[in-house]
């Protein structure tokens, strides 16, 4: 993919999105589409009790926006299939978002609605990708500097693929509890798997996907970082988790997810953690102050920005050492 046709996509969705921020937030303002704090959660929070939320949408339509447009325009329909997928996701979000207000509650969604949901977003996307994917589709490959393999799961792919795309979806919508946090995280992961794509001359789709959607979350972030004056509900947390996953699904690495997105795996097990012992312990005990793990440190006195630019280091960290070691091979 041509360095300048990346940089024109990834401007463009940038614009949209710092275009759409004016338009959005007064937007959900007047709706009252506004943030509800936990009770038993930091302090520090409740003074973001009423920010506007869904603001998923500031990134989420140009990253469809500038895929579609540039699928039509260069005949790049591989594009298509990762912005479909966001856009599944994030519907199901926006549904969940749209419900708690309408209730006036923290509840959306009924837990097995959005799951039933969920899963049959994941299984169309799996199914998809299994039959229409390329013939190599089922083949992962696991890169380590000098060490390689190669594993042909061949029909399991369909089961793999909706167990990456549900746990991730789940997991970036755990880590979304800090102005942001997911969001920086993602820019961070998306920039990775193109650079990924970029150097091993790998899919012109992945290449360009991943910089569209950076793009149009460092737009976000400019309304999302602390004090944030709008959050991304799970209209953006469940798009972006869908986009991830199946951009590491299309490139057949499981590392570029499991070690560059190692911080989404890490908010869910502490969350699972917690939850698991608590339950065992007949409520009795607990192995963090609070789930998911960021609200820990907040709670052991940590600021929050202090825990964000630490777990976006983390995640920047983690991507530079999972590019070099897939891209180069000793």
């Given at each position: 993919?041509?360095?300048?046709v990346?940089?024109i996509c990834?401007?463009?969705?940038?614009?949209?999105?710092?275009?759409?921020?004016?338009?959005?937030?007064?937007?959900?303002?007047?709706?009252?589409?506004?943030?509800?704090?936990?009770?038993?959660?930091?302090?520090?929070?409740?003074?973001?009790?009423?920010?506007?939320?869904?603001g998923?949408?500031?990134?989420?339509?140009?990253?469809?926006?500038?895929?579609?447009?540039?699928?039509?325009?260069?005949?790049?329909?591989?594009?298509?299939?990762?912005?479909?997928?966001?856009?599944?996701?994030?519907?199901i979000?926006?549904?969940?978002?749209?419900?708690?207000?309408k209730?006036?509650?923290?509840d959306?969604?009924?837990?097995?609605?959005?799951?039933?949901?969920?899963?049959?977003?994941?299984?169309?996307?799996?199914?998809?990708?299994?039959?229409?994917?390329?013939?190599?589709?089922?083949?992962?490959?696991?890169d380590?500097?000098?060490?390689?393999?190669?594993?042909?799961?061949?029909?399991?792919?369909?089961p793999?693929?909706?167990?990456v795309?549900?746990?991730?979806?789940?997991?970036?919508?755990?880590?979304?509890g800090?102005?942001?946090?997911?969001?920086?995280?993602?820019?961070?992961?998306?920039?990775?798997?193109?650079?990924?794509?970029?150097?091993?001359?790998?899919?012109?789709?992945?290449?360009?996907?991943?910089f569209i959607s950076?793009?149009?979350?460092?737009?976000?972030?400019?309304?999302?970082?602390?004090?944030?004056?709008?959050?991304?509900g799970?209209?953006?947390?469940?798009?972006?988790?869908?986009?991830?996953a199946?951009?590491t699904?299309?490139?057949?690495?499981?590392?570029?997810?499991?070690?560059?997105?190692?911080?989404?795996?890490?908010?869910?097990?502490?969350?699972?953690?917690?939850?698991?012992?608590?339950?065992?312990?007949?409520?009795k005990?607990?192995?963090?102050?609070?789930?998911?793990?960021?609200?820990?440190?907040?709670?052991?006195g940590?600021?929050?920005?202090?825990?964000?630019?630490?777990?976006?280091g983390?995640?920047?960290?983690?991507?530079?050492?999972?590019?070099?070691?897939?891209?180069?091979?000793g």
């Amino acid at each position: 993919m041509n360095l300048s046709v990346i940089f024109i996509c990834m401007g463009a969705a940038f614009l949209l999105g710092l275009a759409l921020g004016p338009v959005v937030i007064p937007l959900m303002r007047k709706l009252k589409a506004r943030q509800t704090e936990r009770d038993d959660g930091p302090q520090s929070h409740l003074k973001k009790q009423g920010t506007p939320t869904i603001g998923g949408l500031i990134f989420l339509l140009p990253i469809i926006a500038v895929s579609v447009v540039f699928a039509i325009v260069k005949n790049e329909p591989g594009l298509i299939v990762p912005a479909a997928c966001m856009f599944g996701f994030g519907l199901i979000g926006f549904l969940d978002d749209f419900l708690k207000i309408k209730k006036r509650s923290k509840d959306g969604l009924f837990p097995w609605q959005k799951m039933l949901a969920l899963l049959l977003v994941a299984g169309g996307t799996a199914v998809w990708l299994y039959f229409k994917g390329g013939d190599n589709i089922t083949v992962l490959r696991f890169d380590m500097f000098a060490w390689h393999a190669e594993l042909d799961i061949k029909w399991f792919f369909i089961p793999y693929a909706v167990f990456v795309l549900l746990a991730t979806t789940n997991s970036v919508n755990l880590t979304d509890g800090l102005d942001g946090l997911c969001s920086g995280i993602s820019v961070i992961v998306f920039a990775m798997i193109s650079c990924v794509a970029f150097t091993l001359e790998a899919s012109a789709d992945m290449q360009l996907f991943g910089f569209i959607s950076a793009g149009a979350l460092l737009a976000f972030l400019v309304y999302n970082y602390n004090p944030a004056r709008i959050f991304m509900g799970d209209t953006g947390s469940l798009a972006l988790g869908g986009g991830i996953a199946v951009m590491t699904l299309i490139m057949r690495r499981p590392f570029l997810l499991i070690i560059g997105g190692l911080i989404f795996i890490i908010e869910a097990l502490s969350d699972i953690i917690q939850v698991g012992v608590f339950k065992a312990s007949g409520r009795k005990k607990r192995v963090f102050k609070m789930a998911p793990i960021h609200h820990h440190f907040e709670l052991s006195g940590w600021s929050e920005k202090k825990v964000v630019w630490s777990f976006w280091g983390f995640t920047l960290a983690l991507c530079i050492f999972t590019y070099f070691s897939t891209c180069f091979k000793g």
